[in-house]
Structure formats: C-alpha cells, structure tokens
C-alpha cells in the first residue's frame, strides 16, 4: 500500500516550458487536491476533485489546469511555466472522513 | 472568510519540556480540524484529527489536541519534547461537504534544545 506518489520529485523548467505533474493513489479515496507550498504562505489548494471526471478549482488555480480521468489518478498541468509558479507541489486524497493523506510532494524551479 | 492562523512563526523548547502550539480558525460551518507535522524535506503527516465528540484528542507520537469552540482554538500539546519533534506542524480546518478541502495556517517552526 503505497498511499499518495508523486511524479517526479524534482524539476527545473525555464520559463514557458510546459509540464504535468503526476498523482497516483491507491486508497480507493474519493477526493484529490493539488496544492502549493511556499515559505510563510502555508499550503494552498491550487485544485481539487471530488470525483473521477470531475475538477474544481481552489484558492490559486490561474495558470494551473487538471484533470482526473481515472479516480486514482490527479494530474497537474503548466502551460506556461512562470518564475512564480517556482515552489513545492504536494498531491493529496481524501475519503473525507478518515482525514487526508499527502505525497512526499514535487520540488519544482522555473528559471 | 475562512482562515487559520497560527500566531507563532517560531518556537524554541528545551527537550524535556511541555509543548504548546496555538492554533485559532474562522469558519462559518461546522468544521473538521487537523494538525499535521512536516519534517524538512519531507510531506505532511497526520498527528490527529478532531470531528465531533470528545473535546480532547489524542494522536500519534503522544501529541494531544484540545478543541475550543468558544474560543474558536485548536492547540496541539506534548507534555515532554523529544529532539525528534522538531519540525515544522501546520493546524488546518476543513467540511467535509465542501469536498473535503482545507485551509491551513502558516506553519509553526519548532526547535528543540538539547
């Protein structure tokens, strides 16, 4: 039972590249998030899901897309990437009652 | 609005010592609270979650909570620190009708001295 990974645990990008970020979760669990970490900020929810097929977006999605076309699977999407969007990204499921469990998270720079 | 705040950024204890860190929310509906544990590098690891019920909430590597609906806080406490508790703990709120989404507070650093 591994939980929640993440792929890949670090990247450098330059500015404009494009990336996807894989989650995988193998608790059956209903909801996904995508949030970001910087210094002093906390954790805040870029996306989430509350469903397969389904996405929503939180507190900083712009420049962010998703999709979950299978129920175990979150992925996280850069179009564009911007010195801005340089941070920690960590994936996450929840059953919603049992409380929600976190991926060692994606180290990612934008040059 | 809802939010969490965790009024201190950083905190220093001498191992040995009681612990205590301050966590207050604002949340309109009734709301599931957690504090999670980071060690440098590393995800975010549950310590212990309060829904409903008992006020007082006990959680793994002998952490407790205790939920003040008056007071709108939620602080975590450890009677003795150990040095392997330094890290960094964030307190969140979240509704499970709301898909299960949380709000966290800033984060409190801790240090232990030995």
């Known amino acids: 039972n591994a939980g929640v990974t993440q792929t890949p645990k670090f990247r450098v990008l330059k500015t404009g590249q494009s990336m996807t970020l894989l989650c995988a979760q193998d608790?059956?669990?209903?909801?996904m998030y995508w949030y970001r970490q910087d210094p002093g900020m906390g954790l805040r929810l870029i996306h989430y899901?509350?469903?397969?097929?389904?996405?929503a977006k939180g507190e900083v999605p712009d420049g962010y897309n998703v999709s979950r076309l299978k129920k175990q699977n979150f992925l996280l999407g850069l179009e564009s990437a911007a010195p801005s969007q340089t941070s920690v990204y960590f994936c996450?499921?929840?059953?919603?009652?049992?409380?929600?469990?976190f991926g060692p998270g994606t180290r990612l720079t934008v040059l | 609005a809802q939010s969490v705040t965790q009024p201190d950024i950083h905190i220093t204890v001498s191992e040995g010592a009681s612990l205590e860190l301050r966590c207050n929310y604002s949340?309109?509906?009734?709301?599931?609270l957690f504090w999670y544990v980071q060690s440098p590098g590393q995800g975010l690891q549950l310590l212990l979650k309060?829904?409903?019920?008992?006020?007082l909430v006990q959680g793994i590597k002998g952490f407790e909570a205790e939920f003040k609906r008056s007071q709108s806080s939620f602080n975590l406490r450890k009677p003795s620190v150990h040095w392997s508790d330094a890290a960094e703990y964030f307190c969140?709120?979240?509704?499970?009708?709301?898909?299960?989404?949380?709000?966290f507070g800033q984060g409190t650093e801790l240090s232990v001295k030995p």
């Open positions: 996450a499921s929840s059953s919603g009652l049992a409380g929600t469990y």
């Open positions: 608790m059956n669990h209903e909801y």
């Open positions: 969140a709120v979240g509704a499970y009708k709301q898909g299960g989404k949380l709000i």
């Open positions: 899901s509350v469903g397969e097929g389904t996405t």
């Open positions: 309060y829904f409903s019920g008992d006020t």
């Open positions: 949340y309109g509906a009734t709301p599931y």
